[in-house]
């Protein structure tokens, strides 16, 4: 199953579309916030909320969301999603993501991303180049690197810590608990 049926970043695309076809005035749900902003807008909603960032630079939050929160954003973006059950994240390059306290979480981004999953049952992730993944208290870790990335795990469960090379490689084990694309 790829990553994106299984973390459900299939239903990020067109966002501000969705927000605005199945939510419209509903409070929590924030379309096109702008490069710079802080898109906190997410925070004890019943129900669903995505963020849409029309540009670079947002920061994006989501916390105790009754069941799903889901951002996009360009590039240089921050994103941080806590105490709701699915939490996922589209970014471009130099992006920073946090996500703890859920149950599944997952990101796609590109170059230069730093992501984090802390005390989550399942975290997922599709790194660019140059990125770095810390999995700590996770259930299980999955991550795709499309190229070189080091990725930590720390007190992953019995899902194991998978980290996926270009080409299907498995990653080079550098031993206390870190693994990598492309060399320790």
């Known amino acids: 199953m790829s990553l994106s ?11 501000g579309m969705l927000c605005g ?11 096109g916030c702008g490069p710079g902003e802080d898109c906190n807008y997410c925070s004890h909603v019943g129900g669903e909320c995505y963020l849409d960032c029309a540009g670079s630079g947002c920061a994006q939050s989501c916390n105790n969301v009754g069941t799903e929160c889901g951002a996009v954003c ?12 699915q939490c996922s994240d589209y970014c471009g390059s130099n992006c920073s993501m946090v996500c703890e ?3 599944s979480c997952g ?16 975290c997922g992730a599709r790194v660019g180049p140059g ?6 208290n996770a259930g299980s870790c999955e991550i795709e690197c499309d190229g070189a990335c080091q990725v930590t795990c720390t007190q992953v469960g019995d899902g194991g810590c998978l980290v ?8 080079t084990d550098c031993g206390g608990g870190r693994r990598a694309c492309g060399g320790c």
Do not use: Q
Request: charged share 20%; proline share 4%.
């Open 21 to 31: 076809l199945l939510f419209g005035g509903v409070s929590g749900c924030r379309s």
């Open 101 to 103: 306290d859920t149950d």
């Open 164 to 171: 996926t090379c270009p080409g299907g490689v498995p990653a």
């Open 131 to 136: 990125s770095s993944v810390l999995c700590e």
């Open 107 to 122: 990101t796609i981004c590109g170059d230069h991303c730093n992501y984090a999953c802390r005390r989550v049952a399942r």
């Open 5 to 15: 049926k299984r973390f459900g970043f299939g239903r990020l695309t067109g966002v």
């Open 74 to 85: 360009d590039d240089a973006c921050s994103f941080h999603c806590d105490h709701a059950p």
